[in-house]
């Protein structure tokens, strides 16, 4: 999972409450509306975050040729993911290929 991408849906989550509990809370049926898309977009959310991006199958090429910095620079460069992630998702391929 991207940290960037749950930190972004955090931030895009926060504001949508404070709209509903501070900007509109004279109108209940805009508050309610508005609560109705918070919920669709914490399930869209929740969604994409459960299908997060592994490694394809050029950057687990790139790791069985023995070039575990180029794949991370390519998961990176796809999906935007931080370089721990990148890095601990890489090393997670290369210690099942270990145990395999």
């Known amino acids: 999972m991207s940290q960037k991408l749950t930190d972004d849906t955090r931030q895009v989550d926060t504001l949508l409450q404070d709209i509903i509990t501070q900007v509109l809370p004279s109108s209940a049926e805009t508050a309610?509306?508005?609560?109705?898309?918070?919920?669709?977009?914490?399930?869209?959310?929740?969604?994409?975050?459960?299908?997060?991006?592994?490694?394809?199958?050029?950057?687990?090429?790139?790791?069985?040729?023995?070039?575990?910095?180029?794949?991370?620079?390519?998961?990176?460069?796809?999906?935007?993911a931080t370089l721990k992630e990148s890095k601990d998702l890489v090393d997670r391929y290369r210690d099942e290929l270990e145990r395999a």
């Open 32 to 80: 309610q509306t508005l609560a109705g898309i918070l919920g669709t977009f914490r399930a869209t959310m929740a969604e994409a975050l459960a299908r997060a991006p592994g490694l394809s199958g050029h950057e687990k090429a790139l790791v069985d040729a023995k070039e575990p910095i180029e794949a991370i620079k390519a998961y990176r460069a796809r999906t935007g």
